[in-house]
RNA sequence: GCCUCCGUAGCUCAGCGGAUAGAGCGCCGGCCUCCGGAGCCGGAAGCGCAGGUUCGAGUCCUGCCGGGGGCGCCA
């Protein structure tokens, strides 16, 4: 498949070897030519040798025909500008491509992707949002490659809050409570228990009895655990659905999951000479981590009272996933805050020797959503917002956004696009801004169909197929010539080549803001080309039918896109 | 106190060790009787501070300043 930089890269390489075997050409798109080799200038100084001599030496060398020009630019920049020729006709194979270019991964992995992970006995709240969103979007970029994912839902169902909640729940009686407890009453619910269990001292003691024999296995006590985990999981599904995302019960592997392997996990560490009790808990003190007092700092595995803690499942899950799911990459989207957390585990996991050498482990962590005060996102009520009330209000706000652009729609289509737009604009302004950094949440802004968001792009894409509705067609003739003649088509053509580059890079660092800046940065191409270049009243046939494979490329290239962010491109709006 | 993340234009954000740091919104100036105005073209405006490594630093290292988060039996 025609990459452009893939295929600078190995056409450079034998030049760069005649001078030094496995030097790399550092291929990089540039804003002096199309792309531009940077790694002459430090094969240079590593020879002594004049950086433009050499660089003249390895241009002459390079065998680019039919792909590009080549020249020596500054002090040892290698530009390089591709033939007009090449470009067509790769655009033209990447019409024809189902793939669109992108082409399977030759080493495929089996992943044990986490994400989501919410809590049982409460509902989903903002702070939920990133992770699912990006493990959703990580997730279905993965599975293009031809990658294996397997979803781990690693909810938090089991620990102390649960004595409480089952305790309430059996009071109030299962049955009695079939109506009131239902999907959408899960924190009112998780309230009251909260309320009885600090208010009243002989509830807050049955609550810890429940505790215990939750633990140790009571059947009523797991009858009444289990409707709260269904319950739960029911909530949580429904909002899965009205985010598209694409989690499923069945991918549910929440902590109580791994109760059965957690004594082996001691033994483990033990066998590796890993534990050590302190203060009665059995911990592993892995190294380089330090607490307030600058002495090391454990991870408790299993705490004083012989209960298990977080650490000790999360242990269990890694090595679950290694040992039984045969995975050879772990990607843990949990938030930031708890990198610390992950680096001793991860850490402690190697030590035992669970992680063999082809295994990846990765915590992929990100920033939190804040408010306009740049705090993080709370209600007047000093809480963390629900999550279906956010994209209740997102929906609403796309309807209201919609009505105000005066177009009118058919029976159903409105509240179809409103649903469409406005959760699109929720997870679009979270997907394209980098991983790590928190970020200022604002209705306005991304619900705004001017500038970088999710209804811009939908709507810069429902725009193109509207040219090939008017046309009465589905798509660009796959047996059209593309000529590319104007500035602008050129400059079109080389952006629709570079999707595969978005997506590696969206892989390699775990960034779907890497694919959503290229999504942007390909409709701005796009508008320029639309604004420049007539398609439907082209000059010519043949130009005509260039200029609609590349339109028919672009629609397409942001369709797929986009639903690799999990959101849908609309024919119209 | 230690660890960690962040600090880029008025605002919100991009920038994989490479040349002159980009975009969106806002602002200023042009253009478009246009295939759905997502307008198009141009302009003003910025790397928290100080060192260091490097042929080359917004990017790597050290220190400082400012902000967030974490730091023993919650997850």
Redesign the pocket.
């Known amino acids: 498949m025609p990459e452009p930089a893939r295929a600078l890269r190995e056409r450079l390489q034998p030049a760069f070897d005649a001078v030094a075997a496995g030097s790399d050409p ?1 291929v ?6 199309d792309y ?1 080799a ?2 002459v ?2 094969l240079a ?1 590593a020879l002594g040798r004049p ?1 433009r001599e050499l660089a003249q030496q390895i241009a002459d060398a390079a065998d680019l025909e039919g792909l590009a020009s080549i020249e020596v ?5 290698l ?1 390089l500008t591709l033939d007009a020729a090449f470009l067509a006709s790769a655009v033209e194979a990447v019409d024809r491509d189902g793939r669109l270019g992108v082409p399977e991964a030759t080493e495929r992995h089996r992943v044990a992707l986490d994400y989501s992970s919410p ?1 049982v006995g409460k509902e989903l709240h903002v702070g939920h949002l990133r992770g699912t969103v990006i493990g959703d979007s990580l997730g279905r970029v993965l599975r293009f490659y031809g990658h294996e994912v397997i979803p781990r839902n690693h909810l ?1 169902d ?4 649960f004595g409480m909640l089952i305790e309430h729940l059996g009071d109030l009686g299962v049955d009695a409570s079939a109506d009131g407890f239902s999907v959408g009453d899960l924190d009112a619910f998780y309230k009251s228990a909260r309320e009885r269990f600090d208010a009243d001292a002989s509830f807050a003691e049955r609550s810890r009895q429940r505790v215990v024999a939750l633990q140790h296995g009571d059947e009523a006590t797991l009858e009444l655990w289990r409707v709260l985990v269904n319950e739960s999981v029911r909530h949580f599904d429904a909002v899965y659905r009205l985010l598209d995302i694409r989690l499923q019960p069945a991918d549910v592997a929440g ?1 109580s999951s791994y109760n059965d392997q957690l004594d082996s996990v001691i033994e483990d560490l033990e066998r590796a000479g890993l534990l050590v009790e ?4 059995l ?1 592993v003190f892995p190294d380089g981590f ?3 007092e ?5 991870l ?1 595995v299993r ?3 012989g ?1 298990y ?2 650490a000790a ?1 999360d242990l269990a899950a890694l090595r679950d996933r290694i040992d039984r799911l045969s995975c050879d990459r772990l990607y843990y989207v949990v938030g ?6 992950f680096e001793m585990v991860f850490r402690v996991a190697h030590a035992a020797g669970w992680v063999p050498d082809n295994v990846v482990v990765a915590h992929v962590a990100f ?2 959503i ?1 408010g306009d005060d ?3 996102l709370k209600t007047r009520t000093g809480e963390s917002p629900r999550l279906v009330d956010l994209l209740h209000e997102a929906i609403e706000r796309a309807g209201t956004a919609l009505d105000e ?1 005066g ?1 009118t729609y058919e029976e159903g289509e409105r509240a179809y696009l409103a649903e469409t737009i406005g959760i699109g604009a929720v997870k679009y302004a979270d997907l ?3 991983r ?5 949440f ?1 209705w306005d ?1 991304m619900l ?6 999710g209804p ?1 792009l939908a ?2 894409h ?6 090939f509705r ?1 046309l009465g067609t589905d798509g660009a003739d796959p047996t059209s010539q593309v000529v590319l003649a104007e500035p602008q088509e050129r400059a079109l053509a080389l952006e629709l080549l570079r999707f595969p580059e978005a997506l590696d ?1 969206t892989l390699e660092w775990y ?1 779907p ?2 694919l959503a ?1 290229y999504l ?1 940065g390909l ?2 191409t ?3 080309f ?8 082209a000059p010519d046939d043949t130009v005509r039918q260039s200029r609609l494979v590349l339109c028919d490329a672009t629609a397409r290239t942001l369709a797929l896109g986009l639903s690799f962010l999990g959101i849908a491109a609309p024919e ?2």
Not at 530 to 537: G, K, Q, S
């Open positions: 550092v990089r798109p540039s804003d002096r030519a531009q940077n790694g200038m430090a100084k950086p630019a500054g002090p040892g920049f530009n809590g938090g089991w620990g102390t809050p902590e302190s203060d009665g808990a911990c330090l607490n307030r600058g002495e090391p700092l454990p408790i705490k004083r009272d209960g803690g977080y499942t930031a805050p708890q990198s610390q957390h920033g939190s804040l740049h705090k993080m652009r177009a394209s801004t980098e790590l950094r928190d970020y200022v604002d802004r705004s169909f001017e500038g970088d968001t811009y709507y810069a429902a725009r193109i197929r509207s040219i008017r890079a960034a803001h890497r800046g942007f409709a701005q796009f508008t320029s639309y604004e420049a270049c007539p398609v439907l009243r119209r709006m």
